[in-house]
């Protein structure tokens, strides 16, 4: 009996051993990519049993009791733990986009992250993926602080006006953007779809560039492939529309011929409409001029890598239609990359990046008095679209020579231009002596661009700027070619463990070259510029004449070359404290021999103090980092050859009483200019809490010091002579103080679901503190039509702030104006200027600061969560404190007005805001405040929502990924500006934030998929 008992114990105890056993197996994939992952690490928790997976990402474990804990690590990737509940698993590894270890681009070298003491920003690949932005600098706004973008327009292919840390010259205020190390222009030229980070080098850390990088470093890097992985593809494509997003409130008929009767009856003129029944609604020009646009992208990229080699081969094209025009306005973009690293041998490793980029696009009249927007706005809704089925054209009178139907612009617009560019980067690098590497770079680029303008005779009617009596054909061609050389040795050694020492010395030389062509003839007839005919050019005669000595003022080529050498120093002890500090000398040709060459050194220091003893083991603060940096960095970027006098401009002479075209001398030369230089200087803290909470905050100010602006001079000395300007002079200087903070949030509730939040803000005071020509001030921008400059860079302001009248409201009566200050064809229902000066009239004297188009704060809300087999994101953007100038408002007696016009002075008390209308003389069209409006603005700038196949039906499938996901784009704006848009601007540091008739940011709505295999 006892044996019987015996033995059914040990029978039980096995079954029951048995019983808790499961054979597991499985695949492991990047999550981001769906590629296998070959190599990857897998542990029992709290054993020595494990595996990895093979080179299909498959792994088996026999025997693994039931709910043991499965641990996965692999280089570069999160380390990840699975409970063990079924016998098939399929894991995803997420890139350690965050971890401390991660590698940070610098500048000429990498980094760790948790070692870099600069103030550098990340937006990873992840990021990129989330959003899917047909540009890429819709990744970048409301993701990093301290980085502003704004739409020079919101057409298709426009550039966008990217500034760091706000506007340091009056000049060109882009920063350097380097392409796998190469420069290019803008990030248009570059399919989001084939980054792999983005790095921002936002303070002296920028210096180890030296030239153009004092506003700011944006490093792109390409996506290339892995060692040891098969061939792996990914396929993407969306198709969307676009729509606008808002449309101005206008008059219509019968409010705008009520106005009109009443403008003109103020004045004791005839009722323009004696009889107003029927006008009823009357044309909304905005209707017909906004429509309903496709977008269309699909891109493909190859991956494979062997023992030695990688491969990445991309390519995409992008077809995007204009809410405005329609394929009027259409962009394309052709892109083909290829990326090949190979380790020639185990010491000598060859690196290569090649991208071919094919642009197109079709223009239409942005943002200018008369543009298409402008007369939307401004037509008159009497008027209908077409008349006898032909375009309409505005009345004859009170609509001023600007004004034309924008439906018939749009249909004879015939302006199309395009790109093909080429750019490489190529690298070799030879490691010697265990601790020394010499490295040997060359990039080049190479650009054609042109653009074919066909203007066919046409009579917009009312004696318009935009008719044309002689059909003309315009060719004109730009080709740029820039190479740089980069030679560096570099040393990099630890000793005893805790003294981390790296050293550089490095040496580049750079030319940039353009050449240009420009041919008009008045000799074309035909439709469209597909079946124009072009006959000879007219040299001279009664015909325009074709441009071949100059190129509208300036050069018709230009060289200008860069040489530098630089070192750079950095040392870590045990992970603790940090140094690094930069040394250029660098040489432009834009300078003359006293001035060439310039010395602009920078450094940074850093304390780990994490790794302290007494916050080593602390479960509060898993990380803490303070850094500091302060430099010099050097600029030139102005026109070549500023500081020798040279024959490139125009000047006729009469011989045998016959006019020639001949040469004079160009731009008046100053052989004094030199280097512009800005001072950064960036305190810093980056933590983090619980291994959950990210936070990083700075605080900056930058100083730019002799800056390079124009002079102010007499025309006596032939400054507006043709192809001649004012001199370059260094006279000025600006500061940008402010503070940034960015903080976020990571959790994973369970294996299903995790989330991420992430908040940031800055803050800016822009002030000019010094300009040093004769007047003290430098003017800029335009506003209605004959009027002053209405913008300003002025010491004790900011660079570019809005100068003109300030208004205390309206004249209610006679005895108003009466005990006023002198106020030119003032009455009762006029704006009321104040007498700023207090000398009792009313003049230029009286102008004054009215407003500034720098935000004084911006911020980002990004969050987003996986839940199973469902991905969520969204972000927003916030800019607060900025004015906008309306002057998209024609005030002439027949033109069009916005609704809010209603809302006008009619009599004593009717109204405090809107003046009285009349066809009289007034100053209400004056520039003051009164077109002066808060641009503050709260975006939500997209929401995505995307379902992930399972695993099942992926096998079936033959897919190792497909994702559908649908995104909204601008999908709504909060603000008080009127306008269409209030992300005006045409980036100008004096002159921005001048809305003539913004080209407004579309709202995107598209559907995607994403497939890998």
């Known amino acids: 009996m006892k044996k019987t008992i015996t033995l059914l114990l040990f029978f039980l ?61 692999y280089l570069g990737f999160s380390s990840k733990e699975v409970a063990v509940t079924k016998e098939s698993m399929d894991i995803s590894l997420k890139e350690a986009a965050e971890s401390l270890d991660e590698i940070v681009v610098i500048g000429y070298g990498t980094q760790r992250k948790k070692e870099v003491t600069g103030a550098v920003s990340i937006v990873s690949s992840a990021t990129i993926e989330d959003l899917k932005p047909t540009r890429i600098e819709q990744a970048l706004q409301g993701q990093v602080a301290g980085v502003n973008i704004t739409q020079s327009s919101g057409s298709p292919g426009a550039a966008s006006n990217i500034r760091i840390r706000g506007v340091s010259t009056n000049g060109d205020s882009r920063p350097l953007i380097l392409l796998d190390g190469r420069r290019i222009e803008d990030l248009s030229v570059v399919n989001p779809s084939d980054i792999e980070s983005i790095n921002i080098l936002k303070d002296a850390t920028a210096g180890i560039y030296g030239v153009q990088a004092a506003n700011g470093v944006i490093l792109v890097k390409t996506k290339s492939g892995r060692k040891n992985t098969p061939v792996k593809s990914t396929l ?10 808002n449309e101005i409130q206008l008059l219509n008929a019968t409010e705008y011929a009520l106005l009109a009767n009443e403008a003109f009856a103020a004045n004791g003129e005839a009722l323009p409409f004696p009889n107003i029944s029927g006008l009823g609604q009357g044309t909304n020009w905005q209707n017909a001029v906004f429509q309903t646009a496709p977008l269309f992208s699909i891109d493909y990229t190859l991956n494979k890598g062997t023992e030695k080699s990688t491969y990445s081969l991309g390519l995409s094209t992008l077809s995007q239609d204009g809410i405005v025009g329609k394929s009027k306005a259409n962009f394309n973009r052709r892109n083909v990359r290829f990326n090949f690293d190979t380790d020639i041998t185990d010491k000598l490793k060859f690196s290569s990046s090649t991208i071919y980029t094919n642009t197109n696009k079709k223009n239409l009249i942005e943002n200018a008095l008369g543009s298409i927007l402008f007369n939307a706005i401004n037509m008159p809704a009497t008027t209908p679209v077409y008349t006898n089925g032909e375009f309409s054209r505005p009345p004859g009178v009170g609509t001023g020579i600007e004004v034309a139907n924008p439906l018939a612009q749009i249909d004879n617009a015939e302006n199309r231009s395009w790109v093909n560019k080429i750019s490489g980067n190529y690298r070799l690098n030879y490691q010697f002596l265990d601790y020394f590497s010499a490295e040997a770079r060359f990039q080049a680029n190479y650009s054609l661009a042109s653009s074919n303008t066909y203007n066919k005779e046409y009579n917009y009617g009312n004696g318009s700027v935009f008719n044309v009596d002689q059909p003309t054909f315009v060719d004109y061609q730009q080709s740029y070619y820039d190479h740089i050389f980069d030679a560096l040795l570099k040393y990099e050694r630890v000793y005893n463990d805790v003294h981390d020492v790296k050293a550089m010395l490095g040496m580049s030389a750079s030319k940039t070259m353009g050449r240009f062509k420009t041919i008009l003839t008045s000799e074309a007839s035909g439709n469209n510029l597909k079946d124009v005919l072009i006959g000879d050019p007219v040299l001279n005669g009664d015909g325009l004449e074709i441009f071949k000595n100059n190129n509208g003022g300036s050069n018709l080529s230009f060289d200008s070359r860069l040489l530098s050498y630089f070192g750079r120093f950095q040392y870590a002890y045990d992970g603790k404290y940090l140094v690094s500090a930069v040394l250029r000398r660098d040489g432009s040709s834009n300078f003359g021999p006293k001035n060439k060459f310039g010395f602009f050194p920078t450094a940074s220091i850093g304390w780990v103090a994490s790794e302290e003893d007494f916050l080593e083991e602390s479960d509060f603060i898993s990380f803490l980092k303070l850094r500091a940096s302060y430099g010099i960095i050097g600029n030139d970027r102005i026109p070549g050859f500023r500081f020798v006098s040279i024959l490139n401009g125009e000047a006729e002479y009469v011989f045998n009483n016959e006019l020639a075209i001949g040469i004079a001398p160009g731009p008046i030369a100053n052989p004094e200019i030199k280097w512009e230089q800005q001072k950064p200087l960036d305190i810093g803290i980056d933590a983090e809490f619980f291994n959950k909470v990210n936070i990083t905050a700075d605080y900056f100010k930058k100083t730019t010091e002799d800056l390079l602006v124009s002079a102010q001079t007499s025309g006596i000395i032939g400054v507006a002579a043709p192809g001649s300007s004012v001199p370059v002079i260094n006279a000025g200087t600006v500061v940008n103080e402010g503070f940034e903070f960015s903080i976020g949030y990571k959790e994973s509730i369970s294996e299903d679901f995790n989330f991420n939040i992430n908040y940031n803000f800055t803050t800016l005071n822009n002030e000019v503190t010094f300009v040093g020509n004769s007047t003290g001030i430098i003017e800029g921008g335009s506003f209605g039509v004959g009027q002053e400059p209405p913008s300003r860079m002025e010491a004790g302001f900011p660079i570019g702030y809005f100068y003109g009248y300030q208004t205390n409201g309206l004249f209610q009566t006679q005895s108003d104006v009466d005990a006023h200050a002198t106020q030119t064809n003032a009455a009762p229902g006029d704006l009321r200027f104040v007498d700023t000066n207090n000398d009792g009239v009313i003049d230029e004297d009286d102008r004054t600061y009215i407003g500034d188009p720098i935000a004084d704060f911006t911020m980002g809300l990004n969050l987003s969560f996986n839940y199973k087999r469902l991905d969520f994101n969204a972000y927003a953007f916030a800019s607060l404190g900025n004015e906008i100038v309306r002057n998209y408002e024609r005030n002439l007696p027949l033109t069009n007005r916005p609704a809010y016009y209603l809302d006008r002075w009619t009599g004593p008390n009717t109204s405090n805001s809107f003046p009285r209308v009349t066809t009289g003389a007034t100053g209400n069209a004056l520039f003051s405040d009164f077109y002066v409006e808060d641009g503050s603005f709260l975006r939500l700038q997209s929401v995505q929502l995307g379902y992930s196949v399972g695993q099942k039906t992926l096998e079936k499938l033959q897919f190792d990924k497909v994702r559908f996901y649908v995104t909204g784009s601008n999908l709504f704006t909060l603000t008080k500006y009127r306008g269409f848009d209030p992300t005006t601007s045409n980036g100008a540091p004096i002159g921005g934030g001048i809305d003539q008739g913004f080209y407004p940011s579309p709202k995107t709505f598209e559907f995607g998929i994403n497939v890998n295999f």
């Open 236 to 245: 993407n494509m969306k198709l969307g529309f676009q729509q606008t997003t």
């Open 13 to 73: 105890m096995g079954f029951s051993v048995y019983s808790q056993t499961i054979n597991v197996k499985g695949v492991v994939k990047d999550a981001k990519t769906g590629d296998p992952l070959p190599g990857v690490s897998i542990l029992i928790k709290g054993t020595t049993i494990g595996t990895q997976t093979d080179f299909d990402g498959l792994f088996s474990l026999q025997k693994v009791e039931s709910n043991a804990i499965l641990v996965f690590n």
